[in-house]
C-alpha cells in the first residue's frame, strides 16, 4: 500500500487549514481515513470515514416523557444509544428557551458515520458523574469505552396526582482500539460543537474533545482536568 496520497485527495479527506500541505504516511496518516483506489488513474486515495457540518450535527433528542430516542423529533431510534463519544461537556446554561439547567452534551459518530449530538440534564447529569467518576481514576474517559444510554421509568406524584417521566442511566463496555483512535483524531482535526447550544454564557464544569472556532466566541478547546461533583 503507497504511504503517501496527491494532494487533491488529501484535501477532500482533511481539515482546510492542513490541507494543502498534507502528505500521509503511516505515522501521519489520521485513523478516520480510509483507504480507496482512483479507478480512473490506479492512484490511491484517502477518505473520510465521518460526515459532519461543523457547528451542525445530526440532532438526536432524548424524549423524557416517552423514554425514547429521536431524529430530531421524528426517526425514532428505541429507548437506548450505544456509542462511543468523541466529545463532550458538561455546564450549566439557559438554552433552547428551556431556563438556566445542568446539562450534559455528548457528541458521537453513528452506525453511518454522521456527527451527532445528544443532551441531557437533571439527573441524567448526575448517572453520567456516576460513570465519568471511575473512569477517570482508572486513567480513562468516555472516549476510551463505548457507553451504553437506557431510559429508566420514574414516577412522582404531587397534590395526589402521580406523573411518569424516564432519566438516562449510563454504563460502559471495553471499546476496540482502532474506533476509539479514529474519532480521537478526528475530535483534534475538527471543531466539535453545536451552535444551536453555544452561548457565551455557559458555566463550564467539564470538557473533552468540545471546540469552537475562535471566530464564534471564547470558550477553550483544551479539555478540563479537574472533575466537579454535579450540582
Given at each position: 500500500?503507497?504511504?503517501?496520497?496527491?494532494?487533491?485527495?488529501?484535501?477532500?479527506?482533511?481539515?482546510?487549514?492542513?490541507a494543502t500541505e498534507l502528505t500521509l504516511t503511516p505515522s501521519?496518516?489520521?485513523?478516520y481515513l480510509v483507504a480507496g483506489?482512483?479507478?480512473?488513474?490506479?492512484?490511491?486515495?484517502?477518505?473520510?470515514?465521518?460526515?459532519?457540518?461543523?457547528?451542525?450535527?445530526?440532532?438526536?433528542?432524548?424524549?423524557?416523557?416517552?423514554?425514547?430516542?429521536?431524529?430530531?423529533g421524528a426517526v425514532p431510534l428505541g429507548n437506548?444509544?450505544?456509542f462511543i463519544p468523541l466529545a463532550w461537556r458538561v455546564f450549566q446554561d439557559d438554552i433552547l428557551n428551556m431556563g438556566r439547567k445542568l446539562w450534559t452534551e455528548l457528541f458521537f459518530a453513528d452506525d453511518k458515520g454522521a456527527i451527532c449530538a445528544v443532551l441531557f440534564h437533571g439527573y441524567s447529569v448526575?448517572?453520567?458523574?456516576?460513570?465519568?467518576?471511575?473512569?477517570f481514576y482508572d486513567d480513562l474517559t468516555l472516549a476510551d469505552v463505548t457507553v451504553k444510554v437506557t431510559t429508566e421509568k420514574k414516577q412522582t406524584t404531587k397534590e395526589g396526582k402521580?406523573?411518569?417521566?424516564?432519566?438516562a442511566q449510563f454504563s460502559y463496555d471495553a471499546a476496540d482500539a482502532a474506533e476509539v483512535a479514529a474519532r480521537r483524531d478526528y475530535a483534534?482535526?475538527?471543531?466539535?460543537?453545536?451552535?444551536?447550544?453555544?452561548?457565551?454564557?455557559?458555566?463550564?464544569?467539564?470538557?473533552?474533545?468540545?471546540?469552537?472556532?475562535?471566530?464564534?466566541?471564547?470558550?477553550?478547546?483544551?479539555?478540563a482536568?479537574?472533575?466537579p461533583m454535579a450540582a
Open positions: 500500500m503507497a504511504t503517501a496520497t496527491t494532494k487533491q485527495a488529501a484535501a477532500k479527506a482533511a481539515p482546510t487549514a492542513q501521519t496518516r489520521p485513523a483506489v482512483d479507478e480512473s488513474t490506479g492512484e490511491e486515495t484517502w477518505s473520510n470515514r465521518f460526515r459532519y457540518l461543523p457547528g451542525h450535527p445530526r440532532q438526536v433528542r432524548f424524549d423524557a416523557k416517552a423514554g425514547q430516542f429521536n431524529i430530531n437506548s444509544l450505544y448526575e448517572n453520567l458523574y456516576r460513570l465519568i467518576e471511575p473512569l402521580t406523573a411518569t417521566y424516564y432519566i483534534r482535526d475538527f471543531p466539535i460543537w453545536r451552535a444551536e447550544t453555544y452561548t457565551r454564557a455557559a458555566d463550564l464544569r467539564i470538557q473533552h474533545g468540545y471546540t469552537v472556532p475562535a471566530e464564534d466566541g471564547p470558550e477553550p478547546a483544551a479539555a482536568t479537574a472533575l
